[in-house]
């Protein structure tokens, strides 16, 4: 509430010039009116700033003729009394508030020769002209100012709330990736787990219950890493991810080669490649029909490159899904990534240049 009395008391709004009006009483100090001519002059100002206010609230072709109003009410009071001239610094200061334009160059114009006119029209004298002259420019320069800060401010709150669009559908994105990158591979493994566990409940219900035990322990570290996820503080090594992998492909049924270098990745980084192995072996699990896989990293001048490859029937591909999220995840770490497949397997493969030293962790 506070913040938009402020911004209507700013001087960069068109309203707080209607105290300039009051120059228009100055001259009832030393020569007070009479009732009718007080009543119609109060009368025709409260007409006025109702006019004024309309007009610049468009900003429209309604400026002009609010103006050409007020230039007829300071020539209708101007032989009444001096304070009158103001109605003509506020149709130069109207005028000031449209945007540059050929029309409002011509109405600012007419408003100058229509104060010159006064010298010979009402025989007012040059330096009253003069410094009528120079107020009406001064309020239609400070206007001009005022307009163009008005339009800058819109302008940057507008590219505000674009920025923050930008942030929140960016933010959305990410939680959206991370979800699928965790939950569809831990719900791979339970579907797997119980599905196993269902076929040796009659035959071997210790078996069923080991099943049954991990389906647990794996849902529980799932909701964990939903809630770190949506926070944005999930962090699971490369590591942490291979070996799980390995677990996962074992328990399916398939041969696993694990193979791992020490690696000098920053925390994104890790993560970035955590979440390949993560996406590739669910992938091998649901779709590849393998009968052996292998995860492996290496160095490669000064960059890691991670390879996870099975001999399933190929078929995967880079699209809007899971793989093409995590080529653009990898891209975004300047790291390239890439799928090979063919009727004899697919080979995942992403590459990101090493953590350098005095790079952010």
């Given at each position: 509430m506070m913040q938009r009395i402020l911004a209507l008391l700013s001087p960069n709004r068109p309203w707080v010039h209607l105290v300039y009006l009051g120059f228009f009483f100055f001259a009832w100090l030393y020569q007070p009116p009479g009732l009718e001519q007080a009543l119609v002059a109060l009368a025709a100002m409260a007409g006025f700033v109702t006019l004024y206010i309309f007009s610049l609230r468009r900003r429209d072709w309604t400026v002009y003729p609010a103006a050409l109003v007020a230039g007829v009410l300071g020539f209708a009071f101007m032989p009444v009394t001096i304070g009158g001239a103001v109605y003509l610094v506020f149709a130069a200061a109207m005028l000031g508030w449209l945007p540059p334009s050929v029309p409002r160059t011509a109405a600012l114009a007419a408003v100058a020769l229509a104060i010159l006119s006064t010298a010979w029209l009402m025989q007012q004298p040059l330096v009253y002209v003069a410094a009528l002259l120079v107020l009406a420019v001064i309020a239609a320069a400070g206007a001009a100012m005022g307009a163009r800060r008005q339009r800058q401010e819109a302008e940057g709150a507008a590219r505000q709330r674009q920025a923050s669009a930008r942030a929140a559908e960016a933010e959305r994105q990410r939680i959206a990736r991370d979800l699928h990158d965790l939950l569809g591979h831990t719900l791979s493994v339970v579907t797997l787990k119980a599905d196993l566990a269902s076929r040796l409940f009659d035959a071997d219900p210790e078996r069923a219950r080991s099943e049954l035990a991990e389906i647990q322990s794996?849902?529980?570290?799932?909701?964990?890493?939903?809630?770190?996820?949506?926070?944005?503080?999930?962090?699971?090594?490369?590591?942490?991810?291979?070996?799980?992998?390995?677990?996962h492909l074992e328990a399916s049924g398939l041969a696993v080669s694990l193979q791992l270098e020490a690696t000098d990745l920053t925390r994104p980084q890790s993560t970035a490649l955590a979440m390949v192995i993560r996406e590739a072996v669910t992938n091998i699990i649901r779709h590849a029909g393998a009968r052996q896989a292998t995860i492996r990293t290496a160095g490669d001048a000064g960059a890691v490159a991670l390879t996870i490859s099975d001999d399933g029937c190929g078929g995967a591909s880079l699209g809007e899904g899971g793989l093409g999220g995590l080529a653009a995840r990898i891209e975004g770490l300047s790291g390239r990534f890439s799928v090979e497949t063919a009727d004899t397997g697919t080979t995942v493969r992403a590459w990101i240049p090493e953590h350098k030293e005095g790079d952010d962790a």
């Amino acid at each position: 509430m506070m913040q938009r009395i402020l911004a209507l008391l700013s001087p960069n709004r068109p309203w707080v010039h209607l105290v300039y009006l009051g120059f228009f009483f100055f001259a009832w100090l030393y020569q007070p009116p009479g009732l009718e001519q007080a009543l119609v002059a109060l009368a025709a100002m409260a007409g006025f700033v109702t006019l004024y206010i309309f007009s610049l609230r468009r900003r429209d072709w309604t400026v002009y003729p609010a103006a050409l109003v007020a230039g007829v009410l300071g020539f209708a009071f101007m032989p009444v009394t001096i304070g009158g001239a103001v109605y003509l610094v506020f149709a130069a200061a109207m005028l000031g508030w449209l945007p540059p334009s050929v029309p409002r160059t011509a109405a600012l114009a007419a408003v100058a020769l229509a104060i010159l006119s006064t010298a010979w029209l009402m025989q007012q004298p040059l330096v009253y002209v003069a410094a009528l002259l120079v107020l009406a420019v001064i309020a239609a320069a400070g206007a001009a100012m005022g307009a163009r800060r008005q339009r800058q401010e819109a302008e940057g709150a507008a590219r505000q709330r674009q920025a923050s669009a930008r942030a929140a559908e960016a933010e959305r994105q990410r939680i959206a990736r991370d979800l699928h990158d965790l939950l569809g591979h831990t719900l791979s493994v339970v579907t797997l787990k119980a599905d196993l566990a269902s076929r040796l409940f009659d035959a071997d219900p210790e078996r069923a219950r080991s099943e049954l035990a991990e389906i647990q322990s794996i849902s529980r570290t799932a909701l964990a890493e939903v809630r770190e996820a949506v926070a944005g503080l999930r962090d699971r090594s490369l590591e942490t991810a291979a070996e799980e992998a390995r677990q996962h492909l074992e328990a399916s049924g398939l041969a696993v080669s694990l193979q791992l270098e020490a690696t000098d990745l920053t925390r994104p980084q890790s993560t970035a490649l955590a979440m390949v192995i993560r996406e590739a072996v669910t992938n091998i699990i649901r779709h590849a029909g393998a009968r052996q896989a292998t995860i492996r990293t290496a160095g490669d001048a000064g960059a890691v490159a991670l390879t996870i490859s099975d001999d399933g029937c190929g078929g995967a591909s880079l699209g809007e899904g899971g793989l093409g999220g995590l080529a653009a995840r990898i891209e975004g770490l300047s790291g390239r990534f890439s799928v090979e497949t063919a009727d004899t397997g697919t080979t995942v493969r992403a590459w990101i240049p090493e953590h350098k030293e005095g790079d952010d962790a």
